[in-house]
C-alpha cells in the first residue's frame, strides 16, 4: 500500500510541475501581450544604507555581554549621541539651503554643502551579476546616471562584479557604460569575489582600482564562437537547404546550409578582429601589463593576476566595505517595473515552489518513517 501511495504521490509532483511550467509560459505570453519593455526606463531607485545596518550589528554585539542596568545606561547613551547627531544634521541642512545652495538636480548636476555624516564622501555601491546577454545592462545604465548626477567630491562608487562573460556587444556595452564614469571623473573599484572572466574583465578592467579575492577567476581575455552544423544530417534525409544572401560576406558560417573554407576563414578573422579590439582595450585601461602573456584566454586566481597587474590588490569586497564603515554606504538597485503578466508569473512561481517544496518534505519525512499516509 506504501508503494503505491508512493507512486502516486510522485505523480501528483510531477503532474504539479506540468501544469506550473505551463501556466508560467501562458504567463510570460500574457505579459509580452500586455507591452512592456526592457530598455529599464520604467521602475524606481531603491536606497539602502549599508553603513547604519553595520553600525546597529555592532551595537547589539556591544550590548550582548553588558548586565541589565548596564545595558539600558548605554541604549540611553547611544539614543542620546543618535538624536544629537541628527539634530546637527538637521541645523547643517537648514544652513545650506538658507546660504541659497541648491538642492542636488538630476537636471543640472548642482550639489548641496555635504552633511556632517557624508563630509568623507558617500560610497555608492552597485551590484551587477551577469548572464550571458549582460541584460543587467538596463539596469545598470540608469544607475550609472543617477549616481554621475548627485556625484560630489568624495564620493566614490564600488561595483561587486560577478559575471563569467558573454554576448561582446552585451558586456562591451557595460564596459562602455562604467566608462562613463571615468570620464565624468567619479572613483570607480571593482570588486571580484568570484569570477570576472571575458566579458566579466572587459567590465572590470575599466576601473581605477580592482580589488579581487584570493581564489577568483579573472582574465579569460579571448573569443571563442560554436556553430552547429547539421547539414550532413539533413542531406543523408534528402533535405535541400538553399541560402541566398545579398553581399559578399553577409553569411560565413551558417547551421543548416554547407559551409566553405571560405566562409570558415572570414569567420576567423572576425574572431581576431574582435580579439583585437578586446586586446587594445585592456592595453587602454592597463598600459603596464604585458598583453601577449595575459590575453591568451587563460584565466588566474587572486594573486597571479595581482603579479600579472591584472588586478589592484587581493581581497574581498566586504573588507573593502569594512574599511570605509564610517563613511555613508549606499546600496543603489534599480527595481524595474513589472507588468501584470510578469507579477503574476511571479505570483504563481513562488505558489508552486512553496507547495511543491512542502510536499516534498512531507513526503521525505513519511518515507523516512516508514509511515502510510
Known amino acids: 500500500m506504501t508503494a503505491i501511495l ?24 500574457m505579459s509580452k501581450s500586455f507591452g512592456g519593455t526592457d530598455d529599464g526606463d520604467e521602475g524606481r531607485l531603491v536606497v539602502r544604507r549599508l553603513d547604519l545596518g553595520l553600525r546597529e550589528q555592532v551595537r547589539q554585539l556591544r550590548f550582548a555581554g553588558l548586565a541589565p542596568g548596564e545595558r539600558r545606561l ?26 541659497g545652495s541648491k538642492v542636488p538636480s538630476p537636471v543640472d548636476g548642482s550639489a548641496s554643502t555635504p552633511l556632517p555624516s557624508e563630509a568623507q564622501g558617500r560610497v555608492f555601491v552597485l551590484d551587477f551579476a551577469g548572464d550571458l546577454a549582460a541584460q543587467q545592462v538596463a539596469g545598470l545604465r540608469v544607475l550609472i546616471d543617477s549616481v554621475i548626477a548627485a556625484f560630489r567630491a568624495g564620493d566614490e562608487v564600488l561595483l561587486r562584479l560577478e559575471s563569467p562573460g558573454g554576448a561582446v556587444h552585451g558586456y562591451g556595452l557595460a564596459g562602455a557604460q562604467l566608462a562613463r564614469l ?61 541560402l541566398h544572401t545579398a553581399g559578399r560576406d553577409k553569411r560565413t558560417l ?39 602573456r595575459v590575453c591568451t584566454g587563460e584565466v588566474w586566481l587572486g594573486d597571479q593576476a595581482l603579479s ?30 513589472r507588468n501584470v503578466g510578469e507579477r503574476l508569473g511571479l505570483a504563481v512561481a513562488d505558489g508552486v515552489s512553496s507547495v ?18
Request: proline share 3%.
Open 6 to 29: 508512493y507512486g502516486y504521490a510522485l505523480f501528483l509532483l510531477e503532474a504539479a510541475t506540468i501544469l506550473a511550467a505551463l501556466g508560467l509560459v501562458g504567463l510570460w505570453l
Open 74 to 99: 548605554a541604549e540611553k547613551s547611544e539614543a542620546a549621541a543618535d538624536k544629537q547627531r541628527d539634530k546637527q544634521d538637521k541645523q547643517h541642512a537648514s544652513r545650506a539651503l538658507d546660504q
Open 182 to 242: 571615468r570620464d565624468a571623473g567619479v572613483p570607480l573599484t571593482v570588486a571580484v569575489d568570484k569570477v570576472a572572466a571575458s566579458g566579466g574583465y572587459m567590465m572590470a578592467v575599466v576601473a581605477d582600482h580592482v580589488v579581487c579575492a584570493p581564489f577568483a577567476m579573472v582574465g579569460s581575455i579571448g573569443v571563442v564562437a560554436t556553430i552547429p552544423n547539421i547539414h550532413k544530417l539533413l542531406r543523408r534525409h534528402d533535405v535541400d537547404v538553399e
Open 254 to 292: 551558417t547551421v543548416i546550409g554547407e559551409n566553405t573554407e571560405e566562409g570558415r576563414q572570414k569567420f576567423r578573422e572576425d574572431l581576431d578582429a574582435i580579439h583585437a579590439a578586446f586586446r587594445a582595450w585592456v592595453g587602454r585601461y592597463r598600459p603596464q601589463i604585458d598583453l601577449d
Open 308 to 337: 600579472l597587474g591584472l588586478c589592484d590588490s587581493v581581497g574581498t569586497s566586504d573588507a573593502w566595505l569594512l574599511a570605509r564603515r564610517e563613511r555613508p554606504l549606499l546600496l543603489l538597485r534599480w527595481q524595474k517595473k
Open 356 to 373: 511543491a517544496g512542502a510536499l516534498a518534505e512531507r513526503l521525505w519525512a513519511r518515507l523516512q518513517r516508514r509511515e502510510p499516509w
